[in-house]
């Protein structure tokens, strides 16, 4: 008897082809392989985690590991974990033996996908033996099926560990209504990325495809975020890590000012797991795949700009201003150049350079969370981004971004 199978069709995410992709491609290979599967179709918003929570209560204890098919991108599965550990819903859904998620690339940005396997990932030799009569074209598309198919056809599928961030909030008041705490797979942000989601979303009927977010990015880009940011240090004892540009290396940071609190503007703020790219080519986070924490050690990387590290703000303030839009814009761009951003420098009179012995533009950390304390005028530092979801931070309060080092292992991703 195979482990069960839930597959998850969500109709509404990305170009909406994902039924029809489901259908013809994915399907007739769980038929080919003999697989049992009960196939559920999302019907609205937050659909998709009620679905798993009904399916993984059908599941006799004991049935193995549950794989859940995720047809959709990356906000389906967002949806499902997110169902499944939500701290005030019925306990002990996860079973013992864990959830393994099939993922597909029919969502927008798909940044699990191209996580996993990044566009030049080649069709291997094992994966090619499984995906029986599929097109060469759409193989690509199927790679962690693949994985999936493999394990259960009795070779060695590989699944890989997600790990998870928890982000709470807190509030002065007592009597304030704080937003529940949010779990991300991806991407958990504030400042230039949460105002880019934010504006995106209303853009979605008008840009259906990642352009949108490029068109929110313009619309957003001269902002500045006032905020009071501080990095957690790694579970189990570890430090704070910045990634030193010049050795290509991180190293530890001790705790306090200078090294982990940073009060100031930011024009970005951005934390990832398990992923180096946010869509297939924009590698914002590059070293969590290049240099990746060791399996033990759940881990989050932390980029950000802040904008006064310009030395053109020693001099003529205005025109620095003036000239810094410019300057995230360039740091954006290079991170669709296979992650670039993270070598620019400042010369002296703050140009943007390729290297030299300057102030990093773009500051990469691993930490194990961090905390964010918005500057009660400024309400577009209000916003949190946790892998699509936008939460307003209450007045006076703030966000509390951690690993989840509990979760290791309960959920996992064919990879
Ligand atoms: N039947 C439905 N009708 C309307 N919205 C739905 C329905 N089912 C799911 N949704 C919503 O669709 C949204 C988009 O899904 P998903 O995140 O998977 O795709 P995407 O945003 O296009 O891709 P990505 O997250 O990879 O950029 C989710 O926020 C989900 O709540």
Redesign the pocket.
């Known amino acids: 008897m195979s482990s069960p199978v839930l597959v998850i069709s ?5 170009d909406r082809t994902g039924p029809q992709f489901l259908s013809t491609h994915v399907l007739p290979l769980l038929g080919v392989h003999a697989i049992s599967y009960i196939l559920k179709q ?7 985690g009620e679905l798993a929570l009904d399916f993984l209560s059908s599941v006799q204890s004991g049935s193995g590991p549950v794989t859940i098919i995720a047809g ?5 599965l ?2 499902v974990v997110n169902a499944l550990l939500k701290p005030s819903g019925p306990g002990g859904k996860v079973p013992a033996e864990g959830v393994r998620f099939v993922i597909l690339p029919l ?5 699990l996908y191209s996580s996993f396997f990044p566009p030049s990932t080649a069709v291997s030799p094992e994966a090619d033996k499984v995906l029986t009569s599929v097109t060469d074209d759409v193989k690509p598309k199927l790679l962690s099926l693949a994985e999936f198919l493999r394990s259960s056809t009795g070779g060695k599928g590989h699944h890989q560990r997600l790990t998870l961030a928890e982000t709470s909030f807190t509030s002065p008041s007592a009597n304030a209504k704080l937003p529940e705490p949010i779990i991300s797979a991806v991407v958990t942000s504030t400042s230039l990325h949460a105002a880019i989601l934010d504006t995106a979303e209303a853009l979605r009927d008008e840009f259906p495809g990642v352009e949108r977010f490029k068109e929110a990015a313009k619309r957003n880009m001269e902002k500045w975020y006032e905020a009071q940011a501080r990095l957690l240090p790694l579970p189990g004892g570890g430090k704070v890590q910045k990634y030193d540009a010049g050795k290509r290396e991180f190293a530890d940071v001790e705790e306090g000012e200078e090294g982990t609190v940073f009060d100031e503007p930011f024009a970005y703020f951005l934390s990832t797991v398990n992923v180096d790219r946010l869509e297939p080519a924009f590698r914002i986070a590059p070293l969590s795949r290049s240099h990746p924490s060791p399996e033990s050690v759940p881990a989050m990387d932390v980029v950000f700009i802040r904008p006064r590290r310009d030395p053109a703000f020693t001099k003529d303030l205005t025109a620095a201003r003036a000239g810094f839009p410019g300057k995230a814009m360039r740091a954006m761009m290079a991170a669709y150049q296979d992650g670039k951003h993270i070598g620019l420098r400042y010369d002296g009179e703050g140009e943007v350079v390729d290297e030299g012995e300057g102030n990093t533009l773009v500051e990469y950390f691993r930490c194990g969370g961090w905390e964010w304390t918005p500057e009660s005028v400024d309400k577009s530092a209000h916003l949190v981004c946790a892998d ?1 979801t936008i939460i307003t931070i209450p007045d006076g309060g703030k966000a509390v971004c951690k690993v989840v080092a509990s979760t290791n292992g309960q959920f996992s991703v064919w990879a």
């Open positions: 969500n109709p509404a995410s990305g999302t019907e609205a918003p937050n659909h998709a959709g991108g990356d906000g389906t967002h949806e969502g927008t940005a798909n940044a699509g």
